[in-house]
């Protein structure tokens, strides 16, 4: 159906935009708030962490209300009950709100259909629907920080929120529909609903949209990576979906999908509950998503690197053939990996060697990717600009977070590990200094297609070279702590198990573990503060530069050969994109070409001669 | 897909059949299942809920859903790429989740040799 | 530049845009529905408890299955005539499917009613008894139940559900944690009921409670909470700045090597609670009657204690639990649990239910339910005996009865349905009964349980005519009760949950094809193929559902 063009009013072309630029970058946005919500959280956590007998600090309770501490903190310190409401939805904020709407919301709804020749996305109304659910399902989530909406605070048990705890989290409250958690599981099932739109988008677009001449094995990486993360989406979330519903229904109906037989609380004694329930079940469906969804966290950050190496080194992408089965083959397994998030859950030994197979097998398809990307640098002309910086950073960083998970696939060492610090450093290594610079890398790439404006190299340098210093600092001992056996989820930083007595020259063995490394905790929390402050030049370039930025004088900035670059600049709320169809010629990583005079040759400018064969 | 008006009245004759096919299975699942243990002549196996009507029932409806996939759903005549996601799905769907029931129920703690032991609930 | 394959299909991949999005949407709803299903097959295979088999009648299943692919045949119909240009055949067409749908919804909804106004509970010995509540009425806000409920019926007193727990209050507590909003019902429960027995709820002061004055109350506490809290917080800054500087101090002094870490500082710092200026907290209100009002609770809301209850919300009702009951008629008396549990202890199932609290307790109902299982015994040693020999192998022994096997399934030794009271009722002359028989002998007991013609047209359309033991269950003997809802147990749960969200998907798809059958006429003039290209998306979601019905059947209705 085809619409007229006829003028568009500012609210349905910026505000309800069926434009699939606009959505990205909406989505990119309201995804940035959230990370920065989860940030602010997080300070509070490790204040918690580090000083877990000083009140929080001027500096953070000025923005908080005055009912707000007298609710939740005592004396101005934090609470262990409110630690875990923090903890709660910092991971879940990260994870659904922050980490996953940017990676795949705001690069996969701009970059995808510009990379593939397509006028928009397939379904651009749909596509409108999916940004909205995404944002009324978070906002629905962080109700609970506010009294008005509900009686409990947020969800508290975890953002893996595992029955028994989650079902029967604030069951004192008179209504239910007024709990945290109840309004966590309803934020997430309209978030669901939203990431399922999204991703039946994403890959009708790719499969029907793509421009003539642009066969499969000619898309750029990005295309791939979005099409394998879209199928993960569609397939993984639904028993996440079905694992909510049936919380929601224990909690609202009283039903006993995951309540054993003859729990006994401390607040209402013997449950009054039918039992038979099944709390294993619950971590099954959720790992179900739960592992796959970590994909989905790391491959729109590896679409971004992987479009930006090859541009910043003149060279063509080393390996492409191999990265793309790899990254196929990646989502395949990743489906059958999920109960390494479960060996202490007394399974038997046939069970966890199938799983502790699978998870070791994972780990190659995901080297593919990074070797390939290691070796695609090998003998290139590398310009350090701020993309490329990011992008090199992500590599080590991840491969890091990478190798620290080896000793978690294995169900002997995990027997140790599980539940200590050392799975946070892990899975904080992959995603903040991991997946996070990939993602900054791909928004300074594309900020100059987007806005017309190159952002601050200056601002660039001040956000990126204290933030790796600081993230290191950050996150490194939490893997010295885990394995040392510091517990996940202590509020108190392990100040509970010190023999206050005598201090390091203990007989308790624990005591004297958590004695030696507790002071780590003062110096990874200095770290995270520092690092917030670091960010402060990245919200300053990414606001500021759209006014005060230098212009983008061409088309094609970075010399880059992938289609988005064939676009007019600035690049915001166009209708249609591209002015006559493009059609692709050649494959997306044609640098320094022998035959050629330029050290690149774009994807759709015509042969002179002949048509190159791929 | 059918394009002709000969060609959708035709199909339209064998939605008909399919329809009373898919009527009577239903009517034969119904019954299978609820043939009382004293007549066991009809009975072919253990008395009262058993495997065996568990199997047939299931195997009838698989045998509906397909009827109802390929005819009228049209996967008769769709491209290859549609089977590929609706199978894989399926298969995912089916055999990876109840695999988890399968795997779960069927684990032992001690493992000796490939002998898998007593199952957890006796019957 | 506009989008493509909107409705022409493109030529390498075969498929028109939205085609290839429903299949995909359809992954996901396997996905989903297989989540589901998994879930059952868990839930059913670690069940500690007996698994309800055919617990919910067939026929209106049957007929749902029926209506579903009737529907799925319209729709596919819809499509044909749409293809051929009779947009009028093809209304008609869909007019019919969300006529089939309509009915589904229809038995659907009658269903679950039926489900959700059964009763079921299950007492302290675990014997499961099913039925409908009875009603109690007021007497002066006392609770009364059977003949002298029924008097005040009659006089226009409000029918209240047998199933209440009833205190004698003289105190009341209101904590002001939560705010009044969510917890009006509560509070205007208890002082409505007060004020119809002409009490007054009146606090130390003597001002009555009403929830203005709570909110007030709680606005007073949280405004003081507020003052200390700030209070405290700089107060405790300013103490551990005072400690912090003494540390150093102390190490320039020379009188500490280093500096003291948070956790041995930590003790020495208080709040010099002498400065603050801290308000008076209130943390609830304790109200007394001006005379002792009898209070009644569903039992979902309170936490009982002799002396006390606690409600949902915290708030204490101080006073004597009087005598409650669960007032019911009885459709079905399940011994499958008691079994069950015995088999586990290792006892004997059979001893364990003649000494149930049913049919050996001190109360005026036990000699009739002893009647009925004593028949029952009867019957099921008959059926038995009678079983031919092929059958009574080894594997097939479900329980054994003082020694003779048994080798019918539990569900059929231990569970005594309706229509088995209805025939020993008749058995042994009861007065109630719905038809004028005389049963005597064991063939005609059992002939009234046979399938025919006359007992189906009686159990259809007769059933709710009759009249069925009545039974008056002691509060103290309930151990867990509730309707047939997700809450009775995990094949209900996991029953309403799978047709719950089956029924949405129903109506969603209802709409999208009222949609296209009856708001398309300018699409269809403008561009019938792109039309016909969205009927055919609509109903490949409607067949989903209807293949999603083909499984939920077998499985939760036969088996």
Redesign the interface.
């Known amino acids: 159906m085809a619409d007229g063009h006829h003028k568009q009013g500012f609210v349905s072309k910026y505000i309800f935009s069926t434009d699939h630029k606009v959505i990205g970058v909406q989505y990119g946005i309201t995804a940035m708030l959230f990370l920065l919500f989860g940030f602010f959280l997080m300070i509070g956590m490790r204040w918690s962490i580090a000083f877990p007998h000083e009140p929080l600090p001027a500096w953070f309770t000025w923005i908080l209300p005055d009912g707000w501490e007298a609710r939740w903190l005592q004396d101005g310190k934090v609470t262990g009950e409110t630690y875990n409401m923090f903890g709660a939805m910092h991971g879940t904020i990260m994870v659904f709100l922050g980490v996953v709407p940017l990676g795949f919301g705001a690069f996969g709804n701009y970059v995808t259909p510009l990379q593939i020749g397509a006028a928009d996305m397939a379904f651009p109304k749909l596509n409108m629907a999916s940004y909205w659910l995404y944002l009324v399902g978070g906002l629905v989530m962080c109700f609970g920080f506010f009294e008005w909406f509900s009686d409990t605070g947020t969800a508290k048990s975890g953002w893996t929120n595992y029955p028994p705890l989650a079902n029967i989290a604030d069951m004192q409250a008179p209504d239910q529909w007024r709990t945290g958690q109840t309004q966590w599981l309803l934020g997430l099932v309209v978030l669901i609903t939203s990431s399922l739109l999204g991703s039946v988008n994403v890959i009708t677009t790719i499969v029907n949209l793509r421009a003539k001449g642009l066969t499969w094995f000619r898309l750029p990486f990005l295309v791939w990576a979005m099409l394998v993360v879209a199928f993960i989406l569609l397939l993984a979330f639904p028993p996440l979906e079905v694992a909510g519903i049936m919380q929601v229904m224990d909690r609202l109906t009283g039903s006993s999908f995951f309540t054993p037989t003859g729990l006994y609380t401390s607040q209402v004694g013997l449950m009054d509950s039918a039992g038979s329930g099944s709390p294993l079940l619950f971590q099954h469906l959720f790992w179900f998503l739960g592992h796959p969804e970590v994909y989905v966290l790391l491959l729109p950050a590896i679409a971004c690197v992987t479009e930006i190496i090859p541009t910043f080194t003149r060279k063509p992408l080393w390996g492409y053939r191999s990265m793309v089965y790899g990254v196929i083959v990646l989502g395949f397994l990743s489906f059958i990996v999920w109960a390494h998030h479960m060996y202490l859950t007394g399974m038997g030994p046939v069970i966890s060697t199938f799983f502790q197979t699978t998870t070791v097998l994972i780990s190659i398809p995901s080297v593919i990717l990074i070797t390939s990307l290691l070796i695609s640098l090998w003998g290139g002309s590398i310009h350090f600009r701020m993309p490329m910086l990011w992008a090199c950073a992500f590599l080590p960083m991840f491969g890091i977070g990478g190798l620290t998970g080896l000793p978690l696939a294995f169900n002997l060492a995990d027997l140790h590990l599980h539940d200590t610090y050392y799975v946070i450093g892990h899975f904080h290594y992959v995603v903040a200094p991991g997946i996070l610079f990939g993602l900054f890398a791909g928004i300074y790439y594309w900020y100059p297609k987007i806005t017309g404006k190159y952002m601050s190299d200056l601002l660039g340098h001040l956000h990126f070279w204290p933030s790796l210093i600081a993230i290191n600092v950050l996150f490194f001992p939490m893997l010295i702590q885990g394995m040392a056996g510091f517990h996940r989820r202590w509020y108190n930083g392990g100040d509970a198990y010190l023999d206050k007595v005598a201090g390091g020259e203990t007989e308790n063995v624990f005591a004297a573990t958590v004695y030696q490394f507790i002071d780590l905790n003062i110096l990874m929390s200095w770290a995270a503060f520092i690092l917030a402050l670091c960010q402060i030049p990245f919200i300053i370039n990414v606001f500021g530069a759209w006014f005060f930025g230098k212009k983008v004088e061409s088309d094609n900035p970075w010399n880059a050969t992938t289609l988005e670059w064939n676009t007019e600049t600035p690049l915001f709320a166009k209708h249609g994109n591209f002015d006559e169809e493009p059609k692709v010629y050649r494959g997306p990583y044609e640098y320094s070409r022998p035959d050629h005079d330029k050290d690149y040759l774009p994807q759709w400018e015509a042969p002179q001669s002949k048509p190159s064969n791929d | 897909m059918a394009d002709g008006p000969e060609a959708i009245k035709a199909a339209r004759n064998t939605y008909l059949k399919v329809l009373f096919g898919l009527l009577g299975l239903s009517l034969v699942t119904v019954l299978v299942a609820w043939i009382p243990f004293w007549h066991p002549s009809w009975d072919p196996g253990k008395v009262g809920f058993d495997q065996v009507d568990m199997i047939i029932g299931l195997a009838i409806a698989t045998f509906k859903a397909f009827l109802v996939g390929y005819i009228f759903m049209h996967l008769n005549h769709e491209k290859k790429s549609i089977y590929w996601i609706f199978f894989g799905s399926m298969v995912m769907g089916f055999v990876g989740l109840m695999g988890i029931t399968a795997l779960a129920f069927w684990d032992p703690i001690v493992f000796d040799g490939f002998n898998l032991g007593e199952p957890i609930l006796k019957k | 530049?506009?989008?493509?394959?909107?409705v022409e299909p493109?030529k390498d991949?075969?498929?028109?845009?939205?085609?290839?999005?429903i299949?995909?949407?359809?992954?996901?709803?396997?996905?989903?529905?297989?989540?589901?299903?998994?879930?059952y097959?868990?839930?059913r295979?670690?069940?500690?408890?007996p698994w309800p088999?055919r617990a919910i009648p067939?026929l209106p299943g049957?007929i749902n299955?029926?209506m579903l692919?009737?529907s799925?045949?319209t729709v596919?119909?819809a499509w044909?005539e749409l293809?051929?240009r009779n947009y009028r055949k093809f209304q008609v067409y869909m007019g019919f499917t969300l006529f089939f749908a309509a009915a589904f919804l229809g038995f659907k909804y009658v269903e679950y009613t039926t489900k959700f106004s059964h009763q079921a509970v299950k007492m302290s010995d675990n014997v499961v008894v099913e039925g409908h509540v009875d009603y109690a009425a007021l007497d002066h806000g006392k609770l009364v139940y059977g003949k002298d409920a029924k008097k005040l019926h009659k006089e226009g007193a409000e029918k209240i559900k047998a199933k209440k727990i009833e205190y004698k209050v003289e105190e009341v507590t209101f904590p002001l944690r939560?705010?009044m909003e969510?917890?009006k019902?509560?509070i205007n429960k208890i002082l409505k009921q007060a004020k119809a027995q002409d009490a007054k709820l009146v606090d130390e002061s003597g001002t009555e409670i009403t929830i203005d004055y709570l909110k007030e109350a709680r606005k007073a506490l949280?405004d003081a909470?507020?003052k200390?809290?700030?209070a405290?917080?700089?107060?405790?800054?300013d103490a551990?700045k005072v400690a912090k500087a003494e540390d150093a101090q102390r190490i320039e002094d020379g009188k500490q090597a280093e500096k003291s870490?948070?956790?041995?500082?930590?003790p020495q710092?208080k709040?010099d609670e002498s400065v603050l200026d801290l308000a008076n907290e209130t943390a609830s209100i304790t109200a007394k009657f001006t005379k002792p009002v009898y209070l009644h609770f569903g039992r979902?809301d309170i936490?009982e204690s002799e002396e006390f209850g606690i409600l949902?919300?915290?708030t204490v009702v101080k006073g004597k639990q009087q005598k409650s009951y669960m007032d019911m008629h009885i459709d079905a008396v399940d011994f499958q649990y008691l079994a069950f549990d015995a088999k586990q202890k290792g006892s004997d199932p059979f001893e364990a239910i003649e000494k149930s609290w049913l049919l050996s307790g001190d109360h005026k109902y036990a000699k009739h339910f002893k009647e009925y299982w004593d028949k029952h015994l009867e019957v099921v040693l008959h059926?038995n005996h009678?079983?031919?020999d092929?059958?009574k192998v080894e594997?097939?022994v479900t329980t054994t009865y003082k020694g003779e096997k048994l080798?019918?399934?539990l569900?059929?030794i231990f569970r005594i349905n309706w229509q088995s009271l209805i025939a020993y009722d008749e058995h042994y002359g009861h007065e109630d009964h719905g038809y004028n028989k005389d049963y005597s002998t064991f063939n005609e007991v059992e002939k009234s349980r046979k399938k025919n013609v006359e007992t189906f047209i009686r159990e259809y359309f007769q059933a709710p005519k009759r009249v069925f033991p009545h039974l008056k269950i002691p509060s103290k003997e309930v151990h867990?009760e509730?309707s047939l809802?997700?809450?009775?147990?995990?094949f209900?749960?996991?029953y309403?949950?799978i047709t719950g969200?089956h029924g949405l998907h129903i109506i969603g798809g209802m709409v999208v094809l009222w949609w296209f059958g009856f708001n398309s006429r300018k699409i269809y003039d403008k561009?019938p193929e792109?039309l016909a290209n969205r009927v055919?998306v609509g109903?490949?979601f409607w067949?989903?559902v209807?293949?999603v019905w083909?499984?939920v059947?077998?499985?939760f209705y036969?088996?």
């Open positions: 530049m506009e989008l493509p394959y909107i493109r991949t075969g498929l028109f845009n939205s085609k290839l999005a299949w995909l949407f359809l992954a996901s709803e396997v996905m989903l529905f297989g989540g589901l299903f998994s879930g097959v868990f839930l295979i670690y069940a500690d408890f088999e067939v049957l299955t029926v692919i009737l799925s045949v596919v119909f044909s293809k051929l939560f705010r969510s917890r019902k509560i949280y909470k507020k200390n809290a700030i405290r917080r700089d107060g405790l800054r551990w870490k948070g956790w041995q500082l930590a710092v709040i979902n936490r949902r919300d915290g059926h009678g079983l031919q092929r059958f594997q097939n080798y019918l399934p569900r059929e867990f509730s809802t997700p809450k009775w147990n995990n209900y749960a996991i309403f949950t969200l561009d792109w055919e109903g490949l067949h989903f209807d293949l083909i499984f059947f077998p499985i036969l088996m």
